[in-house]
């Protein structure tokens, strides 16, 4: 009699839902957003050299790649649930270093948020991959996009405002942000994600699947198009507010380009439908060729700088594009059984891309203006375009076969339309 009367949620927690996930990545946008155009002020104010900074961003870059990989192996003794809240916190705690400004201080903050979102990404990846069937990835990426435009619109310029008016101002939003997103977590109940009982015995190190990786064309393609696509967000949100400092376009530019940018995000359920009207293959394609041409013309020699500003801007728009699709041939092609271990290495993109980024850009400062770092971006971005004339041109569509009394037809167009 008394079971009766307790609500069916609390004897049973609903399955997670892709707005339940949506609602996560936008409390995430929040925090990291309000901060994305800050970093490279106080870190270029703290060193006072863009090669120096560049540096800063690759030894921390490599660090989180470790710490990206290291992530499968923790889990099998810590569970995901603790490992994804001990993200968020060391979030916040980074947020709240970077308070103090001091250069110490702000290598040590923004190391401890490059961590936090490296761990705390690849168990949001593996709680996707666990929840959410393949044919509902699409729909996920558009709604994850959709509901962290505003953090990722508003984010921005009110960073560069608010560090105007009160320097620690962004700092205490973002580790408020990110300890309500630990609240968003804990309510939806996701626990240690899904068990999937596998064939054979796990890798005895946290490298092991890289062997797996390797063997599988379709997800190294997968990773290399997101390495790319998040090379070309780097060369944006890194160095355009210091190209604009160092041309005397003021230091709120980065931040008032980058929300302009993003309000596009806005406009991601009708990309969507562009996908879906045309191919996964077809808007990836059409995003790194775009892309990769304007970052060219933004970096032209003896360029203006407003000019090259508002073609990065142009760019910047179809890589937002990328973001709904690029990332969908890699999370295709993941098998269940090495959801948490493949969520560990697709992470890496963003790790490799913060390592490649900032790399390359110190060669290339070597030898020419930072506008040198725009064309080295563009050419990546059009290699990428020329890669994607490799996928499947039906790749994202739904599989539906029809099986006869005694024949299955898997191959007839007029049946079914194939993945």
């Keep these: 009699?008394?079971?009766?009367?307790?609500?069916?949620?609390?004897?049973?927690?609903?399955?997670?839902?892709?707005?339940?996930?949506?609602?996560?990545?936008?409390?995430?946008?929040?925090?990291?957003?309000?901060?994305?155009?800050?970093?490279?002020?106080?870190?270029?104010?703290?060193?006072?050299?863009?090669?120096?900074?560049?540096?800063?961003?690759?030894?921390?870059?490599?660090?989180?790649?470790?710490?990206?990989?290291?992530?499968?192996?923790?889990?099998?003794?810590?569970?995901?649930?603790?490992?994804?809240?001990a993200g968020t916190v060391m979030f916040a705690i980074g947020a709240l270093l970077?308070?103090?400004?001091?250069?110490?201080?702000?290598?040590?903050?923004?190391?401890?948020?490059?961590?936090?979102?490296?761990t705390t990404f690849v168990c949001f990846n593996a709680y996707v991959l666990d929840y959410v069937s393949k044919i509902e990835l699409g729909k996920l990426?558009?709604?994850?996009?959709?509901?962290?435009?505003?953090?990722?619109?508003?984010?921005?310029?009110l960073g560069v405002f608010l560090f105007g008016w009160w320097r620690p101002a962004p700092f205490l939003i973002a580790a408020i942000a990110a300890l309500t997103m630990l609240l968003v977590f804990l309510v939806m109940r996701l626990g240690d994600g899904k068990l999937i009982t596998k064939?054979?015995?796990?890798?005895?190190?946290?490298?092991g699947y890289f062997r797996r990786f390797a063997e599988q064309p379709r997800l190294i393609t997968g990773w290399t198009f997101a390495v790319i696509r998040s090379c070309g967000w780097w060369v944006y949100v890194v160095y355009l507010p210091i190209y604009a400092l160092e041309?005397?376009?003021g230091e709120q530019l980065g931040g008032i380009a980058l929300s302009i940018s993003n309000g596009a995000l806005f406009l991601t359920p009708l990309m969507f439908r562009f996908i879906q009207r045309r191919s996964v293959k077809k808007a990836v394609r059409v995003g790194f060729l775009i892309s990769g041409l304007l970052f060219l013309v933004a970096?032209?020699?003896?360029?203006?700088?407003?000019?090259?500003?508002?073609?990065?801007?142009?760019?910047?728009?179809?890589?937002?594009?990328?973001?709904?699709?690029?990332?969908?041939?890699?999370?295709?092609?993941?098998?269940?059984?090495?959801?948490?271990?493949?969520?560990?290495?697709?992470?890496?993109f963003r790790d490799v891309s913060g390592i490649l980024t900032p790399g390359a850009a110190w060669l290339v400062l070597l030898v020419s203006p930072i506008s040198g770092v725009f064309v080295a971006g563009g050419a990546g971005l059009l290699m990428a375009w020329v890669l994607a004339n490799k996928l499947h041109p039906r790749l994202g569509q739904a599989r539906i076969s029809i099986e006869g009394p005694t024949k299955l037809y898997p191959s007839d167009p007029k049946r079914h339309a194939t993945g």
């Design 299 to 348: 970096g032209a020699p003896h360029g203006t700088p407003p000019i090259a500003v508002v073609c990065l801007m142009a760019g910047s728009f179809f890589l937002i594009l990328l973001d709904v699709c690029a990332g969908l041939p890699f999370l295709l092609a993941v098998k269940p059984s090495e959801r948490t271990e493949m969520s560990a290495i697709y992470s890496s």
């Design 199 to 207: 064939s054979r015995a796990a890798p005895a190190n946290p490298f």
């Design 1 to 85: 009699m008394h079971e009766r009367r307790i609500p069916e949620w609390l004897r049973h927690a609903p399955a997670p839902s892709v707005r339940g996930f949506a609602v996560l990545a936008g409390t995430e946008a929040i925090a990291r957003g309000i901060l994305i155009s800050v970093f490279p002020l106080i870190i270029y104010r703290a060193l006072q050299d863009v090669g120096v900074v560049s540096k800063v961003y690759f030894f921390i870059g490599l660090s989180s790649l470790m710490i990206g990989l290291l992530v499968p192996y923790l889990i099998r003794y810590v569970p995901r649930r603790w490992v994804y809240a």
């Design 141 to 157: 990426e558009t709604s994850r996009l959709f509901y962290s435009a505003l953090g990722w619109t508003v984010g921005p310029v």
């Design 247 to 249: 041309n005397g376009l």
């Design 98 to 118: 970077a308070c103090f400004e001091a250069p110490i201080a702000v290598v040590a903050g923004l190391s401890f948020t490059t961590f936090a979102t490296v």
